[in-house]
């Protein structure tokens, strides 16, 4: 069934959903444009990537959004036919928008937030997303956003989204809570188009009354009272996540393939000596100070890249911070690297766990050495997972330094990354619109 | 002073140099595991970088980018890294969805739905607490979990971490905060806690800020809270880890002008604060900082005058918080975070809507009145003129 209640839980989504800052994704960024001016809107494709991109675009069948942040309002910039036919909107009502017209009462306001955190670091996110049709039917979308830079300055040029509708392979039966579900479910032939799909729904069992008192319906285009469903959560397959990440692939390329006509190339990819820009220098000094060998990787952007490596880690290793900075940590690993350490990580990083392995590793210079490795989820201002920090200790140099353990110093680092990244990306909240 | 024969590791015999009474010079056996317990002692020079701290090289918070992490805090955040991971902590609190509230002052908001306040004493409850007998307390039994370390003063020039089946009588036990408000979350504990002395005195105040020196640490801050309640024994400090400024630090401070300048001390009005504030710098003169601070603090709680206290950049600065006396039991006294404008809201229905206006309207409500505050801040004074003459 793949399909399990939470209610305790369902409740704290409630609350966690119900007062949080209103108005969408991109709502962050300023007022809407209305629908009439489409002069910079039109531009903001041409300009970059010539007069033929659209008609490319709209080779690729999947469903997707191109906004573009340096417009007022971050609007809507492109809507792909398989996108428009999915949310039942005409064109012309979507161009110059903001996405948050597509989201409605049981739209989760933290995924919202987390979907504006995203764009406000420029980095991917990959998301399950209750969205609006035009008609107000609710449908789930993984939506899947990445930023594409150019590749002169680093900046941020355009955003694409991919929203692939989640499919479920059941059904729920009975009524209560659940009745709304076959409404989400029970439409739409998106929903047949996958075939595996497991979704967790989150039960609300608290009165409408409750909900419209700490649901910030004000942001909200609906008039009906469809505020019944509140929050759920649904959880994307892989064969889901897969087609959303080659669905960007396919859009990245043709617009990185379009750019060079104009001769301003854009890229997926921050270049590593960006990327390790977007760590605040507050940051940076606070992490200068552990003298561990140690890592920071960022798990938003694409293959995890290490986005931040100690001095020790350098010395420890034999290579240079620009050969590590935009890298797997996989690069450690060699011919006789145990898999099932190899899995022991994976499976912690899945589950957002701690975990500490013994592991074969390899320096530059081919020699190899055994890892006491501590990986553990690091949590910035908003409590979210910001990066996951791996500390190594060489097992061949295990002493005690000052009365403390290697093990004592690993975690002693551990907690001093915990404290420093807690401050960073704190943002401002208000109970005013935003 | 004593000294400690190992007969085993499960037990010691102790020998006194001095042939006083042995209630009061004996230390507590630690009849743990057998590995004995992280033992911190303070050394009678803490450095802070490479200068010893004597009257003139006690110099302001350092926090250098470039200083290696301390001894302490390595110790510190490895052992509550170490319970957070497997231990007895309630929650991750860097879970916790934390904001600034928005405004000019920076307040700060923290959603924490599952945190409850813990005086000490509740943690303990478990323990006999009329019929405490130093020799048969067994801190492994008691707070088996919970116990990080303990720190005490020690007889070496340096800082130094050794690991003990003893512990001295004037040890403090560094525990851990199982409902933590932020990252780090301990409470300091005399080992003699259910013995006299009740309140803050120097020892203890120098031994909590003494602890801020050696953590070096400029996310560390160090509380203490009076209560002005009988039931609530005072004895002990809590600290933990604000990655971000608390809002009254930085606030513009008035300086009070007088003689202990000369000395090295500045006490200064905090300007512009909801709550009525003092501030005491003392950057190069950390031994009558402290000898001050206690001063003024065993006045206030003469005169039951609720108040809390917090000690931040590695204890140059200490703020002053005098609080009006709860007219009822249940109206409830602020801690000395939520003074600092660091607030925990339990429900996200409270902490969505949380506005400036509503918090610094709590603040204010435990401030003392201008007439209060002047006799808190003239007492200080005539203190510090006392003691700078």
């Known amino acids: 069934m793949g399909l399990r209640i939470h209610t305790i839980s369902a409740e704290k989504e409630i609350r966690g959903g119900g007062g949080g800052r209103s108005g969408g994704i991109l709502a962050a960024m300023g007022s809407e444009l209305g629908p009439g001016r489409l002069g910079p809107i039109d531009e903001s494709l041409s300009s970059r990537y010539s007069e033929w991109i659209r008609e490319a675009l709209e080779e690729i069948p999947d469903n997707f959004l191109i906004t573009d942040p340096s417009i007022s309002g971050h609007p809507i910039v492109f809507a792909s036919r398989g996108f428009l036919k999915m949310c039942g909107y005409p064109r012309e009502e979507v161009l110059g928008r903001n996405g948050r017209i597509f989201q409605g009462p049981g739209t989760d306001r933290r995924s919202v937030s987390e979907i504006r955190e995203a764009i406000r670091q420029e980095r991917s996110v990959q998301i399950s997303l209750l969205n609006y049709k035009k008609d107000g039917t609710p449908y789930w979308v993984l939506f899947h956003l990445c930023p594409v830079f150019g590749k002169e300055d680093g900046r941020v040029t355009h955003f694409v989204s991919v929203q692939v509708p989640i499919s479920t392979s059941s059904r729920v039966l009975g009524s209560g809570p659940w009745r709304n579900w076959s409404d989400i479910v029970g439409d739409s032939s998106i929903m047949r188009e996958i075939v595996f799909g497991s979704c967790r729904r989150e039960v609300c069992l608290d009165s409408v009354g409750e909900l419209s008192r700490s649901l910030p319906f004000d942001s909200y285009v609906d008039s009906d009272n469809r505020g019944l469903e509140a929050e759920e959560s649904c959880e994307a397959s892989d064969s889901e996540k897969q087609k959303a990440a080659t669905a960007i692939n396919n859009i990245l390329s043709t617009l990185t393939h379009y750019s060079e006509l104009t001769g301003k190339v854009v890229t997926g990819k921050r270049c590593s000596s960006i990327g390790i820009v977007t760590l605040s220098s507050s940051l940076t000094i606070s992490l200068g100070r552990i003298k561990q060998s140690f890592v920071l990787t960022d798990p938003y952007l694409h293959d995890m890249p290490i986005v931040y490596a100690s001095d020790a880690f350098i010395k420890l290793t034999g290579y240079s911070k620009h050969e590590v900075l935009g890298r797997n940590c996989r690069f450690l690993q060699g011919p006789n690297t145990d898999v099932e350490a190899i899995r022991q990580i994976r499976e912690g990083i899945e589950t957002a766990q701690s975990c500490t392995v013994h592991i074969l590793n390899y320096r530059k210079d081919g020699s190899s050495f055994w890892n006491f490795l501590h990986i553990s989820p690091v949590r910035n201002a908003s409590g979210k997972v910001a990066f996951y920090v791996g500390v190594q200790i060489d097992e061949d140099s295990k002493d005690d330094h000052r009365g403390l353990s290697p093990e004592m110093r690993q975690l002693g680092a551990v907690g001093a990354v915990k404290v420093a990244v807690r401050s960073s990306s704190m943002g401002v909240g208000s109970s005013s619109k935003s | ?389």
């Open chain 2, 1 to 389: 002073m004593v000294s400690v024969k190992q007969f085993d590791d499960d037990y010691c015999l102790l020998k006194q140099n001095s042939g006083s009474e042995p209630s009061k010079c004996s230390g507590v056996p630690w009849r743990g595991n057998g590995n004995g317990i992280p033992f911190y002692c303070l050394g009678t020079e803490p450095v802070r970088g490479n200068d010893a701290r004597g009257n003139d090289a006690y110099r302001a918070s350092s926090c250098h980018a470039e200083e290696e992490q301390s001894l302490l805090d390595s110790l510190l955040l490895a052992q509550w890294e170490d319970r957070a991971w497997k231990g007895p902590l309630k929650y991750d609190v860097t879970n916790c969805e934390m904001k600034f509230i928005s405004g000019s002052r920076k307040l700060i908001a923290q959603l924490n739905e599952e945190w409850k306040s813990t005086y000490f004493p509740e943690l303990a409850e478990y323990n006999v607490l009329q019929s405490f007998d130093p020799f048969k307390f067994n801190c492994m039994k008691t707070f088996r979990e919970e116990l990080l370390f303990c720190v005490a003063r020690g007889e070496k020039a340096k800082s130094e971490l050794i690991t003990s089946t003893i512990l001295p009588n004037d040890a403090n036990l560094v525990i851990l905060n199982a409902n933590p408000v932020e990252y780090g979350h301990v409470f300091i504990v005399p080992i003699n806690f259910y013995n006299p002395p009740q309140f803050l005195d120097l020892r203890s105040l120098e031994l909590a800020a003494q602890v801020a020196i050696d953590i070096n640490n400029c996310s560390f801050r160090v509380f203490y809270d009076y209560h002005a309640s009988s039931r609530v024994n005072s004895s002990y400090f809590q600290a933990c880890y604000f990655a971000n400024p608390l809002p009254v630090e930085l606030v513009p401070v008035v300086p009070v002008i007088g003689n202990w300048q000369e000395r090295g001390i500045h006490i200064f009005e905090v300007s512009d604060y909801p709550v009525k504030t003092l501030m005491f710098k003392g950057k190069d003169n950390f031994n009558m900082l402290v000898a001050l601070v206690s001063e003024i603090c065993s006045s206030l709680q003469d005169r039951q005058i609720p108040f809390n206290l917090l000690i931040s950049e590695c204890s140059t600065k200490m703020f002053l918080f005098p609080q009006v006396r709860a007219l009822s039991a249940d109206a409830c006294n602020l801690s000395a975070w939520e003074c600092g404008g660091h607030f925990v809201f339990r429900a996200r229905r409270d902490f969505d809507p949380a506005s400036e206006e509503s918090l610094v309207k709590r603040l204010a409500a435990i401030s003392l009145d201008s007439e209060g505050f002047q006799a808190v801040k003239q007492m200080s004074c005539s203190i510090a003129s006392e003691l700078s003459s």
